[in-house]
């Protein structure tokens, strides 16, 4: 079956929701207008994308794409990209290969002189690296708040 890549719309929240469960088993509750209040400032946001992957209808695996104007690099801005999730009964079909590089083709299409993520799981930079990022160009540092 052939997959589709879209960008979120208003009906999809629920199903983000649903599949983000499978991203941060234990995440922090997420309250229903809070999370619509949000979800409409990123869908309505012309910086702020929401990339899902669909097959058969099905929501299979989505990415979050935060383009972020800049004053440095000419004025060209860059983009920070979160919330790469798949399913985990769709892991390993290369989903998450192809809604990252769907991503990355919409940020240089944005005119993004890069690209940068994170992730937490170590056993994941391979995966990242065959999608063409480099763990080692520069050095992520991370602060949490206090009350979290």
Same mark, same amino acid.
């Given at each position: 079956?052939?997959?589709?890549?879209?960008?979120?719309?208003?009906?999809? =929240? +629920?199903?983000?929701? +649903?599949? @983000?469960? %499978? =991203? %941060?088993?234990?995440?922090?509750? &997420?309250?229903?207008? %809070?999370?619509?209040?949000i979800y409409k400032h990123i869908t309505d946001s012309d910086n702020l994308h929401i990339f899902l992957l669909e097959e058969g209808g099905i929501m299979r695996a989505s990415c979050y794409l935060n383009i972020i104007e800049n004053l440095?690099?000419?004025c060209l801005p860059y983009g920070m990209i979160e919330n790469v999730v798949t399913h985990e009964q769709y892991r390993r079909q290369g989903?998450?290969?192809?809604? &990252?590089? %769907?991503? =990355?083709?919409?940020?240089?299409a944005e005119n993004c002189y890069k690209v940068m993520l994170m992730t937490g799981q170590k056993e994941l930079v391979?995966? @990242? +690296?065959s999608c063409g990022f480099d763990a080692f160009e520069k050095s992520?540092? &991370?602060i949490r708040a206090p009350a979290l």
């Open positions: 079956m052939k997959f589709k890549i879209r960008t979120a719309k208003k009906g999809d =929240l +629920e199903q983000i929701l +649903e599949l @983000y469960k %499978h =991203l %941060h088993v234990n995440d922090l509750p &997420v309250s229903g207008d %809070h999370a619509k209040a440095s690099r000419g989903f998450a290969k192809a809604i &990252v590089q %769907h991503t =990355l083709s919409f940020a240089w391979p995966f @990242y +690296e992520a540092l &991370v």
